[in-house]
Structure formats: C-alpha cells, structure tokens
T-cell receptor, first 112, second 115 residues
Framework: DQQVKQNSPSLSVQEGRISILNCDYTNSMFDYFLWYKKYPAEGPTFLISISSIKDKNEDGRFTVFLNKSAKHLSLHIVPSQPGDSAVYFCAASTFNDYKLSFGAGTTVTVRA | DTAVSQTPKYLVTQMGNDKSIKCEQNLGHDTMYWYKQDSKKFLKIMFSYNNKELIINETVPNRFSPKSPDKAHLNLHINSLELGDSAVYFC??????????????FGSGTRLTVV
C-alpha cells in the first residue's frame, strides 16, 4: 500500500526553466516530508525537507510547497540546470518514528 | 572519506546460496537502515537499528537477517537466495531527531542478481 505517490514517472524541461515535481500522500500522520535526488549507480542524497506545520521551505534553487488539506507537496527547481538531471524521490515520516516512506520517483531530464 | 560504505557493490550468485552485504558508516550516527529497491524502483524499508537495537522489522522473509555488531556497522545476511531477491539494497544512517529534518545518508547500493 503506497502511502506516498509520485504519479509522473518522468519530466523533461529546458535548461533555465522551472522544474515542478509533484507528490501526493495518503497518511495524515506524516509530520515531515523530504525530497531526495539520485544519480545512476549512486545512493539517494538529501535535498530539502519541510515540516507539516509549514507550507513552504526554500533552499537556494529548491523550494518545497506543502498543501496539507490536499495532501500534496511539490518541489520547484529554478532555474533548472543540466546537473539537475536525476531521479527525484519524495519521502515522508510519521510523528512517532524515523521510518521514511518513499514514492516511486520522477526522472528529470534537463535539455540544453 | 565515504560516509556510508557498502560492500560489495555488485553481487551475482546462484539460487540457494547464502550471501552477506556489509555496511559501515563513519558519521557518528546512531541509527542505521536497510532499504530494498525493487524492479519497480520503489524504496522499501526492511530493517532499522538504533544503537545496536532492532527498532524496525518490516515484513520480510526470515531468510533475511540483519546484524549490528556496533553502532557503526549493520550487515545483512540472506539465506537460500531466490530469484525474487534480485534488487538493489541500500544501507543508510541517520542521527536521532535530525532524521526528520535532514533525512538519511545513503550508501551507493549493492546490486544483487540471483541466477
């Protein structure tokens, strides 16, 4: 039972434009949401997180928006760069443990 | 300098064999994890240890047994390997309450192929 869903398996964007990645969740007990980036043959690396008490968190080119009523979050990358081409995973944890539940990932390709 | 290191990176073995994957972290973290990434690319937690104590044990076959000799190491032993065990296995670590804000640090994965 997937509690974290990324319904877009892939996204292609031109260099310099905005990339928007979406994530939906079903468990209302999630209190933290995280985004990870993964290159081939490497492990996922942490990008940015957001607490459920906030609706926005920004770190450089990366901004995460959380809409709790819709159980939806998104990651914005502005401007997109060729090095951003990777698989992006959405993840979430409940308030009472450190287990992360992951989405299936979205493959981003940034075109020159 | 590698923060979370797994060995081996690739493992090809025959059905029925027993194999182990080793994981070590030098970050001083107190919690370690094993995740499995299947053919559909989902990352699913298998086990977690906090200060050598098993705290998460998801529904996995008994053929999988984790062992944590100390806080810095978490090994995964698999008995009687089956074709369905073929996947990429990721080790990860985190530090207490920082886990929620900063997540895990992952190793680079072990690609297990059972033939």
């Amino acid at each position: 039972d997937q509690q974290v869903k990324q319904n877009s398996p892939s996204l292609s964007v031109q260099e310099g434009r905005i990339s928007i990645l979406n994530c939906d969740y079903t468990n209302s007990m999630f209190d933290y949401f995280l985004w990870y980036k993964k290159y081939p043959a490497e492990g996922p690396t942490f990008l940015i997180s957001i607490s459920s008490i906030k609706d926005k968190n920004e770190d450089g080119r990366f901004t995460v928006f959380l809409n709790k009523s819709a159980k939806h979050l998104s990651l914005h990358i502005v401007p997109s760069q060729p090095g951003d081409s990777a698989v992006y995973f959405c993840a979430a944890s409940t308030f009472n443990d450190y287990k992360l539940s992951f989405g299936a990932g979205t493959t981003v390709t940034v075109r020159a | 300098d590698t923060a979370v290191s797994q060995t081996p990176k690739y493992l090809v073995t025959q059905m029925g064999n027993d194999k182990s994957i080793k994981c070590e972290q030098n970050l001083g973290h107190d919690t370690m994890y094993w995740y499995k990434q299947d053919s559909k690319k989902f990352l699913k937690i298998m086990f977690s240890y906090n200060n050598k104590e098993l705290i998460i044990n998801e529904t996995v076959p008994n053929r999988f047994s984790p062992k944590s000799p100390d806080k810095a190491h978490l090994n995964l032993h698999i008995n009687s390997l089956e074709l369905g065990d073929s996947a990429v296995y990721f080790c990860a670590s985190s530090h207490g309450r920082d886990t929620k804000r900063y997540g895990y640090t992952f190793g680079s994965g072990t690609r297990l192929t059972v033939v």
